[in-house]
């Protein structure tokens, strides 16, 4: 029986890949990469979907990956550039492919599947890209794309027999209608609906994490776990505050925290919780107990008490919560900027 490891997101077009591969025989190994940027799989809301109920239903085998440093390295360095945003789309493509080459030959698979579709991407679905995808991830001829497969160049594994041609789909562009109409063949009734992509192709993210790369080019998991939540300050080159907007980011930032960074909240008003990220001077510890001030229900008071808690102390900042100048000063966003009259 021929063997192939799949590229699976667990979105429609990497499920219908597989299924179209299987309806032929062909056993299937699935692979679903993570990395730091949304493809989190608890988050119902990131681009990689629940890689296993799909599996279970049709009976195919799912192992994950995360590729951390490695994709962090194509972040910042991407052979083939960013897309829009900090997106690199086309090395992550590869990165994957050699990383599904490695099980590939562990395995003794065959051949490699993928959920792409021609024309579905500007960037790396394109009938350029795929064979310069293929060939710099050391797998030309190797990779087999199932739901376009008609209209490319025939494989290895078509060319030898171990697939029918005839039996793969010739989909090309944005639509999802003919996905649509398949997975209605095939019996798969719930899939996720099309992901933009993970949050490298936020453009307000992207501005956050250049930002962090400026100052400090190798961050760490907690410095960018940091950068999909609150509202952002750079106080120094190496010292940033970051403030929750709600119970939700309070409660991730609390879950974040090292004993010892410098947390701040305002007792007994409706408050963020604020870090510092960084090292701060006792003035950054001053100016980020004012902006705390300022985002919380006191912030109209002529002085409010700021609760400062670090190596397990914890203690009183009276300050008058921060103006509009020193917001815009210090906002990590791009642009917008807050009208200077004071609170
Ligand atoms: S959006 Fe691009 S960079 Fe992000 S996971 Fe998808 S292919 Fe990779």
Redesign the pocket.
């Known amino acids: 029986m021929p063997k192939a490891i799949a590229l699976y997101s667990g979105g429609l077009d990497s499920t219908l890949a597989i299924l179209v591969a299987m309806r032929q025989g062909i056993e299937v190994t699935a692979i679903t990469?993570l990395?730091h940027?949304?493809?989190d799989i608890s988050d119902k809301s990131s681009?990689s979907k629940d890689p296993f109920s799909a599996a279970q239903k049709f009976g195919f085998e799912v192992k994950l990956c995360h590729l951390a440093d490695k994709f962090m390295d194509i972040?910042k360095n991407p052979k083939f550039g960013h897309?829009k945003n900090m997106?690199?789309?086309i090395?992550?493509?590869i990165l994957?492919l050699r990383e599904a080459a490695e099980l590939m030959k562990m395995r003794g698979a065959d051949f490699i599947i993928t959920g792409e579709v021609l024309g579905q991407r500007p960037?790396?679905q394109r009938r350029d890209t795929f064979p310069k995808i293929d060939r710099e991830a050391g797998l030309k001829g190797y990779v087999l794309r199932p739901l376009s497969a008609r209209l490319l160049k025939p494989t290895i594994a078509e060319e030898s027999g171990l697939v029918d041609r005839e039996q793969l789909c010739g989909f090309h562009g944005r639509s999802r209608k003919p996905q649509m109409a398949l997975a209605n063949e095939f019996g798969l009734t719930e899939y996720p609906a099309p992901a933009?992509?993970?949050?490298?192709?936020d453009p307000i993210f992207s501005y956050r994490l250049k930002e962090l790369l400026k100052h400090n080019p190798d961050p760490s998991i907690k410095d960018i776990s940091l950068l999909r939540l609150g509202r952002h300050f750079r106080i120094s080159e190496n010292m940033k505050v970051i403030v929750g907007r709600n119970e939700r980011e309070n409660n991730v930032i609390e879950g974040l925290a090292e004993k010892t960074d410098h947390l701040f909240w305002v007792e007994g008003y409706g408050s963020p919780l604020t870090i510092i990220c960084g090292n701060a001077t006792e003035d950054d510890i001053n100016l980020a107990a004012s902006i705390c001030a300022r985002y919380s229900d006191a912030k109209k008071l002529p002085e409010v008490d700021v609760t400062v808690s670090a190596n397990g102390v914890k203690y009183t900042i009276k300050t008058p919560s921060a103006d509009n100048a020193v917001l815009n000063e210090h906002m990590v966003q791009p642009e917008k900027k807050l009208k200077t009259a004071s609170i």
């Open positions: 990469f990395n940027f949304g493809c681009c972040v897309g997106n690199p789309c090395d992550c493509r994957m960037m790396s933009g992509g993970c949050l490298l192709t």
